[in-house]
């Protein structure tokens, strides 16, 4: 298990289309989130221990903003074959484990991983209404809820922001 940083990335970057197999055995694209305020894209996958350790915090966060037009979607982009534990069935049972209450979806191709510039699980994504990154950082401390409780304000959450720390993503190439 190799630990990085996620990557910096532009604030103000757009975010990238994409249409990806969930766990519910059907697509799901961008546009099918567009009505979202607040978009947040997690970078993620079932066996990293540092994913692990947050995964009742992102179910949590998508239930305190559920009314709120906040919308949560996990990305798996680990499917490769040196880590089975990160397949499509087993996706399957960590949704129904973690009750997981968003899209769980798996980046086969790793396309969209590397469109968004994803460098590591968990690597965490948060767009604005314009569909425009405003928050690219960890979930501790409360800064992710804060990022978001910021672009529901209307604000612009500061640029001062954490890296967030995890495995780094399995790239078959």
Known sequence: MTLLESKSISMGTPVPDFSLKGVDDQMHGLSDFSDAEVLVVVFM?????????????????????????????????????????????????????????????IDESQEVAKAFGA??????????????????????????????????RSEVPSEDQNSSIGCSIKWRD
């Not at 928050?135 to 978001?148: M, N, P, Q, V």
Request: aromatic residues 14%.
């Open 119 to 152: 460098q590591c699980t968990p690597d965490i994504f948060v767009y604005n209404d314009e569909g425009k990154l405003s928050y690219h950082g960890r979930i501790e401390g409360e800064e992710l809820s804060e990022a978001i409780e910021v672009l529901l």
């Open 45 to 105: 996958c079932n066996h990293c221990p540092y994913v692990q350790a947050i995964w009742d915090q992102l179910v949590a966060l998508q239930a305190k903003f559920e009314d709120k037009n906040v919308q949560f979607v996990g990305i798996n982009p680990n499917y490769h074959p040196d880590y089975p534990e990160d397949s499509l069935e087993k996706m399957k049972d960590y949704h129904a484990e973690y009750e997981m209450n968003f899209p769980y979806l």
